[in-house]
């Protein structure tokens, strides 16, 4: 095999953000976040990409809608990936792939609940997960490509948003949130390119799912975790007309299950 020996890299500009302020609020929010990431070149068969990406955040907030939630957040994010893609034959592919994700959130609050007053300083939760991809794409024709995927996702856990007692914080926070992602599908192009017709089918397996659920006794929304499974169908269409319209259509149907509550 003719592996690449040559890279490029790239480094996006960091990012910096603020949060807004409402009626009912007083915020305070900063963001940082910086990507890092090396590719290869080259006409070697193998292509690959490594990245890092980090981010920082800190939020300082005064909530006085009905109760008093009075605290300090400060949330560090890394991640690590790698992506390669080898062609076995001019028409067959094979992408694998992962990613290595660390979480950790810190929380100050004093408030005031349904559970009365408490208070908690320096509560810690982190987190960490790796999720793999593998993909395999073959090339019917110049205009027509089918694949199919098997992949893994992740969101961090977080502390309740509208806490009533102190074991809101320290028992009901909410655990990370993993997917098992499955699609096969087909992408074509018709009539010189001017027309593009896609179509997938997916299946979505989730592990302690985060939801937001409403609680009417304070009027405030509390995080619960479930499992869930979303399939369905995705069907897109892009007709170019001219040379200045193009004709887009999107079509999908979605079956969703909660298992557990």
């Known amino acids: 095999a003719n592996l690449n020996a040559r890279a490029r890299v790239a480094v996006k500009a960091p990012g910096y953000g603020d ?3 409402d009626q009912y609020s007083d915020m305070d929010g900063k963001t940082f976040t910086q990507e890092f990431q090396l590719a290869s070149s080259g006409d070697g068969k193998l292509k690959w990409v490594v990245g890092a ?9 005064l909530n006085r809608f009905l109760f008093l939630h009075d605290y300090v957040q400060d949330t560090d994010s890394m991640a690590v990936d790698g992506e390669l893609t080898y062609p076995f034959t001019d028409r067959l592919r094979l992408t694998v792939g992962g990613r290595l994700t660390e979480d950790k959130k810190e929380i100050s609050m004093f408030g005031i609940g349904l559970g009365g007053t408490f208070r908690k300083d320096g509560l810690k939760i982190d987190f960490n997960d790796f999720t793999p991809k593998v993909a395999l794409d073959y ?27 102190l074991t809101d914080l320290t028992v009901e926070y909410l655990r990370p949130e993993s997917v098992r992602a499955y699609e096969i599908g087909a992408k074509t192009s018709w009539l010189d390119g ?17 939801l937001n659920i409403f609680n009417p006794a304070t009027l405030g ?15 897109s269409l892009a007709s170019r ?3 200045n319209l193009t004709i887009n259509g999107f079509l999908a149907t979605f079956d969703g299950e909660l298992h557990t509550y």
């Open 53 to 61: 990406f980090l981010m920082q955040e800190k939020l300082d907030i």
């Open 221 to 235: 929304f509390v995080s619960r975790t479930t499992n869930a499974e979303m399939s369905g169908v995705e069907i």
């Open 241 to 243: 007309t001219s040379e």
């Open 19 to 21: 949060r807004p302020l």
């Open 139 to 165: 090339s019917l024709s110049d205009d027509a490509l089918i694949y199919a995927s098997a992949q893994e996702g992740y969101k961090a856990g977080a502390f309740q948003g509208f806490p009533q007692q």
């Open 194 to 210: 001017d027309l593009t017709l896609n179509g997938a089918l997916f299946l979505s397996e989730y592990d302690r799912k985060q």
